[in-house]
Structure formats: structure tokens, C-alpha cells
């Protein structure tokens, strides 16, 4: 019972406790959309390249707005900015479901919505990632807090996918998508009734949005700790966040299931990813979380690996289990070091490089997969891409042994 008290630590703050809740039932909606998606896309196309390719084109905004996004979040109110951005999920979310529900949806409507969503989406990343700091009174809670954000996804990951799955194989993605409506609107009367202070930087308030770009990247690029961390996040972002793309192609051409499968496997990543959320949540300090990053990503790096050589929907859930582990593990750990060591005037816009560093890649990556998929084949993907990450994951291990982190934050 203590051990579980702990690790919930941070709910015992009003802000905190609000937001919380608001953002598990969003992410869940999220990942419903998300998987229904990906499978209406595939179902209008039939191609892995062509699925790449509009992946690419939704999550352009992602690479070219975040850092801008970050300068943002670090002049202006994050209260205001969080009930602006919700609503604009609110909106988007509505127009998906009706498009669909009335037979109007077409390839056109999913490009020019996910457009939208990823605009949106570009400055809530930045945004929530250094809001967390501003919901705790007490800054060594901020480990915790983190844990407990990836708790919170991960949930999503593995509730949004299973009830993505039931509801496309019994009353279509119609539903899908007025689910995640509806699961986006308690967040918008939670947002508006937290009550937190967002001190600014003066000189920030003064400087144009290149400036304060500019001194951003900067700070990020002359911090040695910094510099590995996002180079980390990238690398590993680039290869490892393709899996819900190539997870439905896998789904259809290697083990030749429906969607009910394809919402078992997803959902099996979210429960290593839970598992993985869970255990992080429990720790009191950072003492041992860089060797818990790279040992995440080797068992991540391996998981994608046998995942090509296997042919079996029951194996490819267990397999896919460890990837949700091992990929928790290193990116809560990652984003948990990053936070540790940044000043609280740059914490908008170091997190608006890492979220460049983490979904932005999946801008270039998905098509690079898609690519791969269609030429190579699904499973020789899989092995590809596990090597690539087995070999970085070890190069990375060396160079996290000469880096020193406080044992708290």
C-alpha cells in the first residue's frame, strides 16, 4: 500500500488532480482516432506507401512549428494556451466523426484534418511537457509527475487501441471517432478549473520569436547532458513511434487478421508500457535511471527484431509487450533526465526541441517506413529497423556511463 501511495505521490496536488484524469480520457480518444485511422486509410488505399506518405504529410506541422511552439509556451500564459488547445482537439475530433458518419470522408478530408490535429498537437506537446512543473508545489515531485504523465499515455495505449479494435469490427469508424469527442471534453472543463501562477522571463517577453528560438537552441546545443538526451530521443523516435503504422499492415499481411487482432497487439504494447510506467513512477530519485534508459532500449531494439521473424498473433503480443516495456523504460527515463537538468526559463523551449526530437521525426520516418515496407516486406522492416536501434542503443550505453545525473531532480 505505501509502495502504490508513492507512486501516486502527485495526485495529492489540486492542479495535478485536475488534469490528470482530463488527460487520460483525451488520450484515450486520441488513441482510438489514431488506430481507426490507420485502418481506414489502409482500407481506402491498400498500399503501406500510400499510408506512409499521408502519415507524412498530417505530421509535417510537428517538425516545423514545435520549436516555434516552444518560445510560445515560454511567453505566454500555459493556463490560457491549455484551454485554447483543447478546444482545438474538441473541433477536430467533431468534424472526423460527423465527415464520416454522414459518408463524406474521404482521403482529402483525413490529409487536411490530420493537418489540424498535428498543428494543434505541435503546440500541446511543448506546452504540457513543461506545465508539469507548475502543477506540483514541490519540484522533487517532478520525477514522479512525469512517470505518472507516461502512466497516463500508456493507459491510453492500452484502453484506446481495444476499444478501437471492438468498435471497428462491430459498428464501424464512425464511432471511433465520436468516442474520441467525447472523451476530449471532460479535459476542457478540467483545464478551466485549475488555478496555477506562470511566472515569465522579462527579457523573453521583449525578444522576438527568432531570438528566443535562437537562444534556445542554443542552450540546448552547449549542454553536453542535453545534447545526448535529445539526440537519444530522436534517434530512437525516428525508428521505434513507426510501429502504429507498421503494426496494420503486419496485422493484415503477415498474420492475415482483422482488427480485432490489430487491437491485441496494440494493446499489448500498452501494457509493457504501463508495466514500465508503473515501476518508474515508484522511484523516489533519479539514482539508476540512465542505465534503466539503455537497458529499455536494448529490449526494445530485440523486440523489433524477432517481431520479423515471427508469424503468430499470440507470440507478436508477448513480443510486442517487451517493445512497450522496453520503450517506456528509455523515453520516460529520457524526458525524466532531460526535465532534471533544465533551467525553468528554457523548460518551453528544450521541450519543444524534444518533442521535435520525439513525434516530429515521425514526420520523415513514417514515409521512410512505408517505403521500406512496400519494397522490402513488413518483416524484413521489422529486422532492419531492430538493428539499426541495437546498434545505437549499444553506442549510446557508452556514452551514458561518463554522464553524471543529481539523485534528485
Known amino acids: 500500500m505505501n509502495r502504490l501511495k508513492l507512486a501516486f505521490r502527485s495526485l495529492k496536488y489540486r492542479n495535478f488532480r485536475l488534469f490528470f484524469p ?6 484515450v480518444g486520441i488513441w482510438i482516432q489514431n488506430v481507426a485511422i490507420s485502418w481506414v486509410v489502409y482500407d481506402m488505399t491498400k498500399s503501406p506507401f500510400m499510408m506512409g506518405t499521408i502519415m507524412f504529410l498530417n505530421t509535417i506541422p510537428l517538425f516545423l512549428i514545435t520549436p516555434f511552439a516552444g ?3 515560454d511567453k505566454f500564459d500555459r493556463h490560457k494556451l491549455l484551454m485554447i488547445i483543447q478546444i482545438c ?21 483525413i490529409v487536411i484534418l490530420g493537418l489540424f490535429l498535428n498543428i494543434t498537437a505541435a503546440i500541446d506537446a511543448p506546452l504540457r511537457q513543461s506545465t508539469y512543473v507548475l502543477l506540483i508545489d514541490n519540484k522533487c515531485d517532478l520525477c514522479n509527475a512525469l512517470s505518472l504523465n507516461s502512466t497516463c499515455f500508456n493507459m491510453a495505449r492500452l484502453l484506446g487501441p481495444a476499444i478501437a479494435g471492438v468498435l471497428l469490427s462491430t459498428v464501424g469508424a464512425g464511432w471511433c471517432f465520436s468516442i474520441n ?3 476530449i471534453l471532460p479535459c476542457v472543463f478540467l483545464v478551466r478549473m485549475m488555478d496555477f501562477e506562470d511566472k515569465k522571463s522579462e527579457a523573453l517577453k521583449n525578444e ?10 542554443d542552450y540546448s546545443v552547449h549542454s553536453t547532458k542535453i545534447l545526448i538526451l535529445l539526440l537519444f530521443s530522436a534517434i530512437f523516435s525516428f525508428i521505434a513511434l513507426t510501429y502504429p503504422l507498421l503494426i496494420p499492415v503486419y496485422t493484415k499481411e503477415v498474420l492475415h487478421s482483422d482488427a480485432q487482432t490489430l487491437g491485441y497487439i496494440m494493446s499489448s504494447v500498452g501494457i509493457g508500457a504501463v508495466t514500465a510506467s508503473m515501476f518508474l513512477a515508484s522511484k523516489t530519485t533519479l539514482r539508476g535511471l540512465k542505465y534503466i534508459l539503455c537497458l529499455g ?3 526494445l531494439s530485440c523486440g523489433f527484431i524477432m517481431m520479423g521473424f515471427n508469424n503468430h498473433a499470440l507470440t507478436a503480443c508477448i513480443i510486442m509487450f517487451f517493445v512497450g516495456f522496453g520503450m517506456t523504460s528509455s523515453f520516460t527515463s529520457d524526458s525524466t533526465l532531460l526535465q532534471s537538468v533544465i533551467d525553468d526559463d528554457k523548460r518551453g523551449r528544450v521541450m519543444s526541441i524534444y518533442t521535435v526530437c520525439f513525434m516530429g521525426a515521425t514526420s520523415i520516418s513514417n514515409f521512410v517506413a512505408g517505403t521500406i515496407a512496400q519494397n522490402a516486406g513488413i518483416s524484413n522492416t521489422f529486422i532492419i529497423f531492430g538493428s539499426v536501434l541495437l546498434i545505437a542503443a549499444l553506442i549510446f550505453l557508452f556514452q551514458f556511463r561518463k554522464l553524471e545525473f543529481a539523485a534528485n531532480v
Open 208 to 217: 522576438t520569436i527568432f531570438e528566443g528560438l535562437k537562444e534556445g537552441i
Open 297 to 299: 532500449s536494448i529490449i
Open 181 to 183: 469527442f467525447l472523451c
Open 89 to 109: 482537439f474538441a473541433v477536430q475530433a467533431f468534424l472526423m466523426a460527423a465527415l464520416t458518419l454522414s459518408g463524406y470522408l474521404r482521403i482529402w478530408n
Open 22 to 27: 482530463g488527460l487520460l480520457t483525451s488520450q
Open 71 to 73: 518560445v510560445i509556451v
